[in-house]
């Protein structure tokens, strides 16, 4: 069995987001990138998956600028076997990085296709869902646990209400919940030794898909800052403010 | 042209959000008709048939949609589009996995949890959990939106008289089957709906310590909350995570027990009305977005707060 897991390269979860002065987007500049945190456990699964024998090879795809490369070589050093960069400008919607996911599947042909349930900065949570719609294959989203069974999945689900358990056909596509797995951490050797994996490069344009952008961003603007606060002095102070004056107990 | 609502319920009543995803369908357009698909949800239909903005219910049934699987649902939802500019359901789990399937099959770029209709084709919508608001402007013809349920008020369940259509099931797609479902049985409201959440940090120190938070939910009414310090300490399980990489809450009233307010955890909760924080650090940044902090030792704190709550005549439910 052949896995596929698609990583984005976006800011780190730990960076405080500021807004461009001009309203245009979020400063990127001088910003530490890392991989997207629930891609992280979709190359963790992928490479569980392989090194317990039922799966031979693990290919990491990312669709970015030349930069995320670096997410690639990441997932390389953790243990997926090659890589593909399929090299973009700007901002891709999800509906188009579903259709040039399209195309590697069909170059690829393999048997699953992981990715994070949702990218930390656009926020979508489309991309799966709308791949896995294209090829018309099986979806299981927000995968808390994973389990082949006789050339079937069976895939634990979060869902509001708790969870969901379904049995998909492979081929399939999962997105990945943070609760699917811990990521490991890269060895110094396991990275040196990615250094020597191969990567495959493409520009998007070779791969005969409208990127075009649909969507329209107007402008970006910080969130509604809360009104300052006040410090209370005690308890009964407190629960009488919430009580009074915030009318909320 | 009319806005299409996808109904979300479990096949006796509808679920609460269809209401607030409702009144953002009628802040498109007042032509809001709604889809409902399952099996057996005669009662269910009834019921979306007497919401308030909805004009006309479609219903369709077959026993393969019992479970709400996105496979068999998308494909009833793409053959009825040709009549609506606009397909609305809510930003929660059910929505998230059946949208994009839609808008695919559509080649519709859609756009995901907005929270406010600024025109027909303009949303304002949270990027980054919430740390940047984006204006966008769809340019397709046909619109795929999901809408965050906590930013609409519900609509009136009660008023409306639409007339209930069949329409035609799709074929089965057979590849994805329900296994099971287990819903988190709790007397406690859900984290994501809660109206009230008190959320504990790593200051509570361990996981027994916790039993402080549970007597004050359970006195407010409340769903239990923890900061990803508290969950990676194991005091309590992931479930109850509230931040960037859990679940983003957007209560009445949230307070903030021994959290010290990383950007990750503020991500989470810095939408809600009424935000309390309890934390014997002065400094700490929770207090930068607390509208009533109390520098505090939490564990004499709490105690007192119980002691004043139990002083108290009523408690809002």
């Not at chain 1, 020597?196 to 402008?219: F, T, W």
């Not at chain 2, 006309?56 to 609506?84: G, H, R, T, W």
Request: proline content about 4%.
């Amino acid at each position: 069995m052949k896995i596929l897991v698609a990583v984005k390269r976006v800011i780190d979860y730990n960076v405080q987001i500021r807004v461009k002065e001009d309203n245009s987007g979020v400063v990127t500049d001088n910003v530490k990138m890392s991989t997207n945190p629930p891609d992280d456990n979709a190359i963790e699964e992928a490479v569980k998956i392989k090194e317990a024998g039922k799966a031979t090879e693990v290919v990491a795809v990312s669709i970015g600028e030349e930069k995320a490369q670096e997410t690639v070589r990441k997932a390389l050093a953790v243990g997926a076997d090659r890589g593909i960069l399929v090299k973009t400008e700007g901002v891709v919607e999800p509906l188009s990085v579903s259709k040039l996911l399209q195309k590697i599947v069909e170059k690829e042909k393999p048997d699953l296709v992981f990715m994070g349930k949702q990218a930390i900065d656009d926020d979508c949570n489309q991309t799966g869902q709308m791949l896995s719609a294209l090829l018309n294959w099986p979806q299981a989203t927000f995968a808390s646990k994973i389990e082949i069974k006789d050339g079937k999945l069976e895939v634990t689900r979060e869902i509001d209400e708790g969870l969901e358990t379904i049995e998909i056909n492979v081929p399939a596509i999962v997105t990945c919940d943070l609760r699917l797995n811990e990521p490991r951490y890269a060895s110094l050797p396991n990275i040196m030794k990615a250094k020597k994996k191969p990567i495959e490069q493409l520009n998007a344009s070779d791969l005969g898909v409208d990127i075009s952008a649909r969507i329209e961003q107007i402008k970006v603007e910080e969130p509604p800052k809360r009104k300052a606060g006040i410090k209370v002095a005690s308890v009964s102070e407190l629960v009488q403010k919430l009580k009074n004056e915030a009318k909320v107990i | 042209m009319s806005v299409l609502l996808i109904a979300e319920h479990n096949n006796k009543e509808l679920k609460p959000f269809t209401l607030n995803a409702a009144t953002a369908a009628s802040q498109i357009d007042n032509d809001v008709h709604a889809v409902i698909i399952g099996h057996k949800c005669e009662e269910a239909a009834k019921a979306l048939s007497k919401l308030e903005f909805v004009k006309k219910v479609i219903q369709v049934e077959a026993d393969y949609y019992e479970n709400f699987v996105a496979e068999n649902f998308a494909p009833v939802i793409v053959k009825l589009a040709d009549n609506y500019s606009h397909i609305i359901s809510s930003a929660n789990t059910f929505g998230k996995n059946l949208m994009p399937r839609i808008a695919a099959a559509l080649d519709t770029s859609q756009i995901s949890d907005i929270t406010k209709v600024i025109a027909p084709d303009t949303f304002l919508r949270p990027i980054y959990a919430g740390n940047a608001f984006a204006t966008v402007k769809s340019k397709d013809v046909k619109k795929c939106i999901t809408i965050r349920p906590t930013s609409f008020d519900p609509c009136e369940s009660s008023g409306g008289s639409a007339t209930i259509d069949k329409a035609e099931a799709s074929e089965e797609f057979s590849k994805t089957k329900f296994v099971k479902r287990e819903e988190v049985k709790s007397d406690r409201p859900e984290l994501g709906t809660a109206r009230v959440v008190v959320s504990g940090g790593r200051g509570m120190q361990s996981g027994d310590n916790f039993k402080l938070i549970t007597s004050l939910a359970d006195k407010l009414n409340a769903a239990i909350g923890a900061s990803r310090a508290a969950v990676d300490a194991g005091y309590i399980s992931n479930d109850h995570q509230v931040g960037q990489t859990g679940k983003v809450v957007v209560p009445d009233l949230y307070i903030a027990v021994g959290i010290s307010g990383a950007i990750q955890h503020l991500a989470g909760m810095k939408e809600s009305k009424v935000i309390v924080a309890i934390n014997k650090d002065g400094e700490a940044p929770i207090f930068s977005v607390a509208d009533y902090g109390l520098e505090a030792d939490l564990f004499e704190a709490v105690p007192q707060f119980l002691e004043e709550l139990n002083k108290l005549n009523t408690i809002q439910k």
